[in-house]
Structures are given as structure tokens and as C-alpha cells.
């Protein structure tokens, strides 16, 4: 099983850097990208509608992907459409703030568009009383913690390149690999033994320290090289003068990371399963791998958006 998971993890990381190259290179921003992640928000969506229903929670599933597809792509498009327009090429002027209100602005409205939808599926198929509250909110906790996670990640390809989502991914990543590796072998107490037998202190710890030199490693190296030889240019000043930043940028996510690792454990431990599905052998499901990152989405696009890197 060590092997497989080695050489999985192995395939998968060398799949990811080559589609960062491909979509670095692409004119329109995500290109290549996009797909994937509207195959991780099916794919997410799919395993946590299914862990609901192992507590006899049943929201209308069609409102639900659909919803969370809309979600993740609304950003996107709404950038296609502004390219098109503007004969494929980004424009040369304006802030690019406006960029990321103007696409929000339309994400927000899908977002309240997927809730009522959502409602009115419950109305639509109602029959007998019990059971349509807790239905509607399990179809919005599900829009709210993949979709409009996604979204986030999304935006943050947009609007500060590939480096950005490279960086968001690394600090996780490193989280995990630290949490993992400090856990195993000095993890002596408890952080959460009634979420998460397995996780410690210790290894709390260490993901934090792992997040740091992550954040050092995609700061110092990766964003700025992905800078450069993006085939649309990005702007970027480099956050040297400013070395807490990434110090910073690392434990936010980085602590973030395991609070979406934690959340996940809640949901499979409120349900009794070990792992999100059976579709990655030695990793569990796409839910298991991304947990961290979904939820650690806002956290990084919050620290491109204000400035405290990049």
C-alpha cells in the first residue's frame, strides 16, 4: 500500500506541475486549469452529498452540482468574456481590483441563485413535513464549502498568476507533509481525540513549521520565476523588503490547512466512515486530499487581495 501511495502521489504531483507549465503558458488564464477544477467540484460535491446521506440527509443533488460548477467557472468566464472582447488580450490599463469585484459580483449572484435553487427543489419534490430544513442547509453548507471555496482558488489564478495558486498549494502541502512526519515521530498529546485520534500537538507544530518554509520555498523561488515567464504578463513586486510576509502568508494558510483537514475529519466521524470514498487507493477519496485546501482558499486569496504578499 506504501508503494502505491508513493507512486499515486508521484503520478499526481507530476500531472499538477505539468499542467501548471501548460496553463503559465496558455493566453487565457486557466485554460487548462479550469477543467480540473471543475472536475474537483464534481468530484467533491459527489463525496460530501454522499457522507450526508449516511445521515439520512438528502438535498435535491442536481441543484447542488450544478450550483457548485457555476460557482467555480463564474470568475473564469466572466474573465473569457472580457478577453474576447478585448481581441484576447488583457488590457493594458485600469486597476485590477475592479477585475475581482466585477467577477465576485456575478459569483455572489450565482451563489443566491444556487441557494433558491436549491430551496425550490425542496418545495418542488415536498411531500410530508421532517426532513426539508435540514436538507436545504446541508445543500448550502455544500455550495458554500466546495463551490464557493473553489471559487477563491480560482480568483487567485486570475488575479495574481499561477505562482499564487503554486504557493496557496505548497503551503498546504508542506502543512500536511510537517503535521504528518513531526506526528509519527514525536507526537505525544492529543489535539483533537474526539475529531481526530491521530493528530497532535506536536504535529500541529510542525505543520506550522512545514507551512513556513513552504511559504519561504514558493515566495523565494517559484512566484517570481512564474512571474516571468508567464505568457501574460502579471504584475508582481517581490516580498523581500517584507519578510514577515511570507512568514505570515504561512501560518495563516498553513493553520487554516488543518482546520480543514479537522473539519473533514468532523464530517466522516459525525457519519461513522473512515474516508470520503474508495477512489484514490491509499489516499481515500478527492475530498481527502483537498480538504486543507479548500478551506484555506479564502485565507490565502485573502492575503494576495490585501497586500500582505505580492
Known amino acids: 500500500m506504501l508503494r502505491w501511495r508513493l507512486l499515486l502521489g508521484t503520478l499526481l504531483i507530476a500531472a499538477m506541475i505539468g499542467l501548471c507549465w501548460l496553463d503559465m503558458r496558455a493566453a487565457v488564464p486557466g485554460a487548462w486549469m479550469m477543467p480540473l477544477a471543475i472536475l474537483a467540484a464534481v468530484a467533491c460535491t459527489q463525496e460530501v452529498l454522499e457522507l450526508a446521506s449516511f445521515a439520512n440527509l438528502r438535498p435535491l443533488r442536481s441543484t447542488v452540482y450544478c450550483g457548485n460548477v457555476l460557482l467555480t467557472s463564474s470568475s473564469w468566464l466572466a474573465v473569457v468574456l472580457v478577453l474576447a472582447g478585448n481581441h484576447w488580450t488583457l488590457p493594458s490599463s485600469g486597476d485590477p481590483v475592479f477585475w475581482w469585484l466585477g467577477s465576485s459580483m456575478i459569483t455572489y449572484c450565482v451563489l443566491g441563485g444556487a441557494v433558491l435553487s436549491v430551496v425550490f427543489g425542496e418545495m418542488a419534490r415536498y411531500e410530508k413535513p421532517g426532513g426539508n430544513l435540514a436538507n436545504i442547509a446541508v445543500g448550502t453548507f455544500v455550495l458554500l464549502y466546495v463551490g464557493l471555496a473553489l471559487h477563491f482558488a480560482v480568483q487567485m489564478r486570475i488575479g495574481w498568476g499561477i505562482g499564487a495558486l503554486a504557493a496557496w498549494v505548497i503551503v498546504v502541502k508542506m502543512g500536511d507533509i510537517g503535521a504528518y512526519t513531526v506526528g509519527r515521530l514525536i507526537g505525544r498529546h492529543k489535539m483533537a481525540p474526539l475529531i481526530s485520534p491521530g493528530k497532535t500537538i506536536e504535529g500541529a507544530f510542525g505543520s506550522l513549521?512545514?507551512?513556513?518554509?513552504?511559504?519561504?520555498?514558493?515566495?523565494?523561488?517559484?512566484?517570481?520565476?512564474?512571474?516571468?515567464?508567464?505568457?501574460?504578463?502579471?504584475?508582481?513586486?517581490?516580498?523581500?523588503?517584507?519578510?514577515?510576509?511570507?512568514?505570515?502568508?504561512g501560518l495563516l494558510v498553513g493553520a487554516a490547512g488543518m482546520l480543514g483537514d479537522l473539519a473533514e475529519s468532523l464530517l466522516k466521524r459525525d457519519v461513522g466512515r473512515k474516508d470520503s470514498s474508495t477512489w484514490l487507493p491509499g489516499f481515500g477519496g478527492v475530498l481527502d486530499i483537498l480538504d486543507s485546501l479548500l478551506l484555506s482558499a479564502p485565507v490565502a486569496w485573502a492575503c494576495w487581495f490585501f497586500g500582505l504578499v505580492g
Open 209 to 249: 513549521a512545514f507551512s513556513c518554509l513552504g511559504a519561504w520555498l514558493a515566495f523565494r523561488f517559484v512566484v517570481p520565476w512564474t512571474a516571468q515567464h508567464s505568457a501574460v504578463a502579471m504584475r508582481w513586486s517581490h516580498p523581500w523588503s517584507l519578510w514577515w510576509g511570507w512568514i505570515a502568508f
